[in-house]
């Protein structure tokens, strides 16, 4: 038998949309909406973080044919988290958007606040400074300063970069960088110059607020 969030106590992501909106909810609450109900053994924000979970690792296409192997995630489901995707994909594009200081870069990553693990994400803008690509590049290392330049400039290269933005959460809260902040920054400028495609600054954010590399005069040098 199926458990409904609706028939737990707890607070409704459905009341808390009609009462915050939307932006107020965290992703696994979205997808406890679109799921609208868990299955057997398993309630439905349990598998709303297994679906997540998928997208984080599977973002560049979201396949009905790989989302019913998630135990919970029959057909209909599939369906529904499919089509939203492609809609999304259609309607909502942050392509195109001009990147102009540190604070234009937040929607594109805020969704990512309150996530327990680390996510590295890479962000390819053209020579007008628009975004041509995000994309999560690692996701639960212990420290930022696990991540390969390699990973990070591979996307860059084929999007045909004319920059980089690099930025990645801190699950504590604290935005200031931590020496290992420092020294992956050193490490992917050092590649950056090699490849002749400028990172323009490294942001370290979380619902606290953020951290600018560049704001804070430590993008050169």
């Known amino acids: 038998m199926e458990t409904n969030y609706q028939e737990s106590s707890s607070c409704l992501p459905r009341e808390k949309l009609f009462l915050q909106g939307a932006g107020a909810l965290s992703d696994s609450e979205l997808l406890a909406i679109l799921l609208g109900s868990g299955s057997a053994g398993q309630d439905v924000f349990t598998l709303s973080h297994k679906v997540l979970k998928f997208i984080d690792a599977n973002q560049e296409s979201l396949s009905p044919q790989e989302l019913i192997k998630i135990r919970g995630i029959g057909k209909a ?10 809609f999304a994909r259609r309607r ?17 990553v805020h969704h990512l606040n309150d996530r327990k ?4 994400i890479q962000i390819s803008l053209n020579g007008a400074h628009e975004v041509i690509k995000t994309r999560i590049v ?14 990070v400039f591979y996307g860059a290269i084929s999007d045909c970069a004319a920059a980089v933005i690099v930025a ?5 809260g604290e935005t200031t960088p931590s020496q290992e ?3 992956v920054t050193r490490k992917l400028r050092g ?13 370290i954010f979380s619902r606290r607020g953020y ?3 560049l704001e804070n005069g430590q993008m050169c040098g």
């Open 138 to 151: 690692t996701v639960g290392l212990a420290n930022a300063a696990q991540v390969h330049p390699r990973e």
């Open 117 to 120: 693990q680390e996510h590295f």
């Open 191 to 203: 590649a950056a110059a090699t490849l002749a495609i400028p990172l323009l600054d490294h942001i």
């Open 92 to 108: 909502i594009r942050p392509e195109g958007q001009k990147i102009r200081c540190a604070r234009d870069i937040l929607p594109l």
């Open 211 to 213: 951290y600018s590399f």
């Open 168 to 172: 990645h959460n801190h699950p504590s």
């Open 77 to 86: 489901k599939a369906a529904l988290l499919g089509a939203m995707w492609e």
């Open 181 to 183: 902040d420092l020294q």
